[in-house]
């Protein structure tokens, strides 16, 4: 059964930065696309970054383009996604997720994606 699990997150001052970490099982990660959402307080879920299946190409929304960095650890069947320059913004549940087979594309769209991880909070304040 493919599970999902994220860590990593916590309280994080402006300016700072964190390591979301993402485990799978049941599913060999690196044949997938792979994707990083989240959810802020009273709004709905957001698409923030992404990795295709094909060709490893990473992709981003706006809000955090220049600030999150998405890898793969094929030998450790995980996913990262790198937090910098956080701000009070940023502030969500972080989950992961993966489609149910070949998604032929990196998609920051929650329609594309049936596996989710339990989420990991990231809280941005001083």
């Known amino acids: 059964q493919e599970q999902l699990v994220e860590s990593g997150g916590g309280l994080v001052q402006p300016g700072g930065s964190v390591i979301l970490s993402c485990a799978a099982s049941?599913?060999?990660?690196?044949?997938?696309?792979i994707g990083w959402f989240r959810q802020a307080p009273g709004k709905g879920l957001e698409g923030v970054s992404c990795v295709s299946d094909v060709d490893e190409r990473a992709g981003y929304a706006d809000s955090v383009k220049g600030r999150f960095t998405m890898s793969r650890d094929e030998a450790k069947n995980m996913v990262y996604l790198q937090l910098n320059d956080l701000k009070p913004e940023d502030t969500a549940v972080y989950y992961c997720?993966?489609?149910?087979?070949?998604?032929?594309?990196?998609?920051?769209?929650?329609?594309?994606?049936?596996?989710w991880g339990q989420g990991t909070q990231v809280t941005v304040s001083s």
């Open positions: 997720a993966a489609p149910f087979g070949a998604l032929g594309k990196c998609s920051l769209l929650e329609k594309d994606y049936v596996h």
């Open positions: 049941g599913f060999i990660m690196e044949y997938y696309a």
